[in-house]
């Protein structure tokens, strides 16, 4: 299970506006742990106070292997467009920490599975931009 947060600057909390992220922070998610694996880079979606829909297809691409993003806030137009792409869009734990906010999530997306409110499906790869920085693992690959 992987899942993306804007990130901007060294804070470790979910703490962007999906517009104003120019890179994603990818964690795999257990029950117990949030590990971070890497992030990638995006194209900015906010120019001057609206949003560049001509780039939401990029930026969704780069997260594509995610089930979810957590970000502080985000507008009707990329919320949709990640609806769309089978990416949950996820600002109730804005200025929370990553860690604690991704697991609450995924507890969260757990109960609704077995609830058999949601079906856990296998994502797609991203699009993983040139010069992005990733895992070792990823790196070597």
């Known amino acids: 299970m ?3 947060r804007g990130h901007r600057g060294l804070r470790q909390g979910v703490n962007q506006h999906f517009g104003h992220a120019t890179e994603f922070q990818i964690y795999e998610l257990s029950r117990d742990e949030a590990l971070f694996v890497g992030h990638r880079r ?3 979606y906010c120019q001057g106070g609206y949003g560049e829909d001509e780039q939401l297809p ?3 691409g780069a997260i594509n292997d995610c089930h979810a993003v957590l970000v502080a806030k985000i507008g009707a137009c990329p919320r949709d467009e990640l609806k769309a792409a089978g990416i949950e869009p996820v600002d109730e734990y804005a200025h929370e920490f990553i860690e604690k906010a991704a697991l609450s999530w995924f507890s969260d997306y757990r109960a609704r ?3 058999g409110e949601q079906i856990h499906e296998a994502r797609g790869d991203a699009r993983i931009r040139q010069g992005a920085f990733t895992s070792g693992a990823e790196a070597a690959a």
Request: proline share 0%.
């Open 2 to 4: 992987r899942c993306g």
């Open 42 to 44: 995006v194209d900015l």
């Open 58 to 60: 990029s930026i969704v």
């Open 113 to 115: 599975i077995a609830r």
